[in-house]
């Protein structure tokens, strides 16, 4: 008797707490994940941090050995002062610094600041530098973010919308399946003009990269993780890159139109009947009862072209031909008479 009122109190709290629960085992999940990313990271990475140190201590010794009218206190003073250079985009390899922020170099500054890429190769070097990128950067991001919105739902009209809404009514197969079928079509096509195939480019380019470092690249920047240990156009002579403007404009480009292209897939797999049946899970009960009576809406709107509801209401109102050949099906010799205006206003409506 205990156990049968136990049992029926955690189906009811279970069956009453479905959302929260579900969400608070996503939280898990989702720690589970970084962690368990942390792991693999450190027990990958470790091992060639530590011998990447052995090499620099043992060069480090070989050219004091080598020099010694140099000192050690002298050498820390000489790499620290590079490395605080480098981390400005000023290298001691190369005293040329005007391409660094020419108006080439600064358009792709801006264009990793508003996007939030941010490859921290190059940063602001004076206090009013500083200054006007966050004052740059407070209003060209949301106004980043409503370009990058309104850009994507013109695009996904015409790559997703109405190609679903096409072959739904040409090979009446259902919207979900449909739907599941032009993601994964999207998603291939997608990967390979904007990954696959710009990093081939780049490792033609680029010498010192291999093609895994290549697609490496664009996907960490196309992503907007921007770690900025590759920086494409960095070559130190004019024969590896004889046109260092026109490279840098270009890549700059890429990133924009890419990122543009990455956010359409992104929408279009968030928009799939499985993704927000998937997302209902996780949702609380007010807010589940909300998108699940608007889920039919969304499927109508967003997932079919917007001239079919115009076109349904349209049929509705018969031709004089169809009056004329029902007539004389019938044989009625009831004169035709024509549709009103109100009464097409009101079938429209």
């Known amino acids: 008797m205990v156990r049968s009122c136990t049992y029926g109190w955690c189906a009811r709290f279970v069956e009453r707490h479905q959302s929260a629960l579900n969400f608070a085992l996503l939280v898990v999940g989702y720690i589970l994940y970084l962690l368990i990313g942390a792991g693999i ?23 004091l050995s080598s020099n010694p ?7 820390n003073e000489l790499l620290a002062r590079a490395l605080e250079a480098s981390k400005y985009g000023v ?23 508003l996007t939030t890429t941010g490859y921290g190769h190059t940063v602001p070097l004076s206090d009013e530098g500083k200054a006007f990128c966050i004052f740059y950067a407070l209003f060209g991001i949301p106004v980043t973010l409503f370009f990058l919105t309104v850009a994507v739902e013109r695009i996904m009209v015409l790559v997703t919308r109405r190609p679903v809404s096409y072959f739904h009514r040409r090979w009446a197969m259902s919207k979900s399946k449909l739907g599941a079928i032009h993601a994964t079509c999207l998603a291939i096509i997608m990967a390979l003009i904007f990954l696959i195939i710009p990093a081939w480019i780049l490792f033609s380019i680029e010498n010192d990269w291999n093609f895994l470092e290549s ?5 960490i920047s196309l992503t907007t993780i921007g770690l900025g240990d ?19 404009l270009s890549i700059t480009v890429y990133l924009l139109v890419g990122l543009v292209f ?3 897939v992104l929408e279009t797999c968030c928009e799939l009947p499985q993704m927000r049946r998937l997302r209902q899970r996780f949702y609380q ?7 699940s009576e608007t889920t039919n809406i969304i499927e109508r709107d967003h997932m079919s072209d917007p001239t079919d509801h115009v076109t349904d209401h349209l049929r509705v109102i018969p031709s004089v031909s169809e009056q004329a050949a029902s007539l004389q099906q019938d044989g009625k010799s009831m004169p035709y008479t024509t549709v009103s205006e109100s009464a097409v206003d009101s079938k429209l409506r």
């Open 285 to 291: 009960e007010r807010v589940r009862e909300l998108d």
């Open 215 to 219: 697609l490496y690249f664009c996907f």
């Open 91 to 113: 290298s001691v390899l190369d005293n040329d610094t005007e391409r660094n922020w020419d108006f080439v170099s600064s358009l792709f500054f801006t264009s990793t600041v």
């Open 41 to 63: 990271f450190s027990a990958i990475e470790l091992r060639y941090e530590q011998e990447l140190r052995q090499e620099l201590k043992a060069a480090q010794q070989d050219f």
């Open 230 to 248: 590759y920086i494409p156009g960095e070559a130190r002579n004019k024969e590896e890159n004889p046109h260092p403007q026109l490279y840098r």
């Open 262 to 264: 990455v956010l359409v």
């Open 69 to 75: 009218c140099v000192s050690q206190e002298r050498l």
